[in-house]
C-alpha cells in the first residue's frame, strides 16, 4: 500500500476536529457580543416650571416700642397734698382727679379778689353818675370843661380797675381749680412720686406722677438711608409699586420669636438722616387692647416695600452654591439636555429665591434630583408642584 495515500487518510480527522474547535470559538465570541450590557437610562429628576407673578417685597427691621401719649403730671400751684385720689398701676380716665392740694389759700384769695373787683364796679358807678350830672350843666355854663373833663377821665380810670379786677378773680378761680390735680389723656397711672402732706410746688421739676396711654402704641424702626434712597429709585423707574392703599402693613416679632397678633400701618418716615448711623426712623402704630406691648420693649418688624409685578421666584432646594459663592441652578431644556446657569438671587423670600438674572419665564429647574444630573447629560424630568407655590 502506498505510503502517502495513508498520511492523508490519517490528516482528515485532526482537519475536521480544527474545523469544528474553530467553529466552536466563533460561537463562544458570538454569544459573548450578545451578552455585552446596553447604555443606561437617563436620570429622573423632577422639576418647577418657572411663571412670573406679582410678589409683594417684604423687609425686617428692629425697633423699640414707645408710648402713643405720656403725660408728666406736675402742679399748677404750690401748697400742701392732702390726697391721692388713685391707685398706683390702674388705668385712669381724661379728666379723672389724682392729686387734692390744700385749696384754703386759693379760696381766701379768689374771695379777696371778688372784693376788690366789687370795690372797684362802685367806684366806676360813682365816676358815671359824676360824667352824666356835668354833661348837661357844661352846656349850661354852670360847670367848666376842664371839671367835665377830668369826670370823664376818672370814669375811664375806674373801668379799667373794674376790668383789672375782673381779671384778678378770674386768676384766683384758676388757681383755685389749679388745687385738684387731674389726668390730662386716658391711659395707666405709674408710681407715684408724692404722698399726702408732701409739699408741692407749681410746675417743679419731678413730676408727681406718669400716665401712659398704650392703645394704641408706637413702634420706631430704623432703616438704612441706602435702602431707603434704592425704593424710591426703584418706584421712580417703575420696578416696584405701591398697595391700593398707599399704607404698608407691618408686622411684628417679639423678643422671645413669637409673633404678634395685630397688624399695624407705617405711619411715617423721617426725613432727616442720621449723621452717627447713616439711617433714618420709620414709625408704625399697632392696637395694643390687651396691653402686651410695653413701652421700651425690642421687637422686629416686617413691613412691606412695595410689590413686584414680574417677580420670578426660584425654589430655594433648586438653588446651589459654587465654591466662589456664586448661586447656581440646573435647567433641563426641552430636548432633556441639563444646562447650568448663575443666578443673581436678589432675596430670599418664604422658601424661595427672587431672582432677577439667569432665568427667564417658563423655564424648568430641578429641585428634585440635583445629585443625579450633571451639567450637558440628559435627564427624564417629571413635573411637580411645591406646597406654596
Not at 45 to 69: D, N, Q, Y
Not at 347 to 372: K, M
Request: proline content about 7%; glycine content about 8%.
Amino acid at each position: 500500500m502506498p505510503v502517502l495515500p495513508r498520511i492523508a487518510t490519517l490528516a482528515l480527522p485532526a482537519l475536521a476536529l480544527s474545523a469544528a474547535l474553530l467553529t466552536a470559538g466563533c460561537d463562544d465570541a458570538g454569544g459573548t457580543q450578545a451578552a455585552t450590557p446596553q447604555a443606561p437610562p437617563p436620570p429622573e429628576v423632577s422639576v418647577v416650571t418657572l411663571r412670573r407673578t406679582a410678589v409683594p417685597l417684604m423687609m425686617e427691621l428692629p425697633g423699640r416700642t414707645s408710648a402713643f401719649l405720656t403725660a408728666e403730671i406736675r402742679p399748677q400751684v404750690g401748697g400742701v397734698l392732702q390726697e391721692r385720689l388713685f391707685q398706683e398701676g390702674t388705668a385712669v380716665t381724661a379728666g379723672q382727679k389724682l392729686y387734692q392740694i390744700d385749696p384754703a389759700p386759693y379760696r381766701a384769695a379768689l374771695d379777696s379778689a371778688q372784693a376788690t373787683l366789687q370795690r372797684s364796679e362802685a367806684t366806676a358807678a360813682s365816676a358815671l353818675v359824676t360824667v352824666q350830672r356835668y354833661r348837661p350843666l357844661v352846656r349850661a355854663r354852670a360847670v367848666s370843661q376842664q371839671d367835665l373833663d377830668l369826670a370823664e377821665a376818672a370814669l375811664r380810670q375806674a373801668e379799667a380797675d373794674v376790668a383789672q379786677a375782673k381779671a384778678a378773680v378770674e386768676t384766683a378761680r384758676i388757681n383755685l381749680a389749679y388745687t385738684t390735680v387731674s389726668s390730662p389723656i386716658a391711659g395707666l397711672a405709674g408710681r407715684s412720686s408724692v404722698t399726702p402732706g408732701a409739699l408741692v410746688t407749681a410746675q417743679q421739676t419731678n413730676s408727681l406722677v406718669t400716665i401712659t396711654q398704650l392703645d394704641p402704641i408706637y413702634v420706631d424702626m430704623t432703616q438704612p438711608a441706602s435702602r431707603l434712597m434704592r425704593l424710591r429709585r426703584d418706584f421712580a423707574s417703575g420696578a416696584l409699586r405701591r398697595d391700593s392703599e398707599g399704607q404698608a402693613v407691618v408686622r411684628l416679632k417679639l423678643e422671645d420669636g413669637t409673633e404678634y397678633p395685630e397688624p399695624g400701618r407705617l405711619q411715617f418716615s423721617e426725613v432727616i438722616v442720621d449723621q452717627g448711623t447713616s439711617s433714618v426712623t420709620v414709625r408704625a402704630v399697632f392696637p395694643n387692647p390687651h396691653g402686651q406691648l410695653m413701652p421700651g420693649l425690642f421687637v422686629r418688624a416686617q413691613l412691606e416695600e412695595g410689590v413686584t409685578d414680574q417677580a420670578l421666584m426660584v425654589p430655594q432646594q433648586a438653588v446651589t452654591r459654587t465654591p466662589r459663592g456664586e448661586a447656581t441652578a440646573l435647567v433641563v431644556k426641552e430636548d432633556g439636555t441639563v444646562e447650568a446657569r448663575i443666578l443673581n438671587a436678589a432675596r430670599a423670600i418664604g422658601t424661595s429665591w427672587l431672582v432677577t438674572e439667569g432665568l427667564a419665564d417658563g423655564e424648568r429647574v430641578i429641585v428634585e434630583g440635583v445629585q443625579r444630573a450633571r451639567p450637558g447629560g440628559k435627564v427624564r424630568a417629571t413635573e411637580i408642584t411645591l406646597a406654596g407655590r
